[in-house]
Nanobody, 116 residues
Framework: QVQLVESGGGLVQPGGSLTLSCVAS????????MSWYRQTPGKEREMVAS????????RYGDSVKGRFTISRDNDKNTVYLQMNNLKSEDGAVYYC???WGPGEYWGRGTQVTVSS
């Protein structure tokens, strides 16, 4: 069955960096676009970044443009989110999904907390 497992979250100071990973299994990873979303309590899930199946096209939410980078390694069935210059408002649970937009399958998420 389709599984998406996120990791790499944690506590980081403002201005710091983190790299999130999402390992996929149960499907042909290279055949699907992938996306990262995030959610904080009481708010709707927000699109962070998406990457095409061959990694030639990416897109980013306005709030993270220029700070976050999405990438993928189809040999490792993994999609990454490099997050730089983190701000307090970036604190959220980050999820990966198998789609260009909100997909049918989601991981359980990884918590990112940005605080001094």
């Amino acid at each position: 069955q389709v599984q998406l497992v996120e990791s790499g979250g944690g506590l980081v100071q403002p201005g710091g960096s983190l790299t999130l990973s999402c390992v996929a299994s149960g499907f042909t990873f290279s055949a699907y676009h992938m996306s990262w979303y995030r959610q904080t309590p009481g708010k709707e899930r927000e699109m962070v970044a998406s990457i095409s199946k061959t990694a030639d096209v990416t897109r980013y939410g306005d709030s993270v443009k220029g700070r976050f980078t999405i990438s993928r390694d189809n040999d490792k069935n993994t999609v990454y989110l490099q997050m730089n210059n983190l701000k307090s408002e970036d604190g959220a649970v980050y999820y990966c999904t198998r789609a260009w937009g909100p997909g049918e399958y989601w991981g359980r998420g990884t918590q990112v907390t940005v605080s001094s």
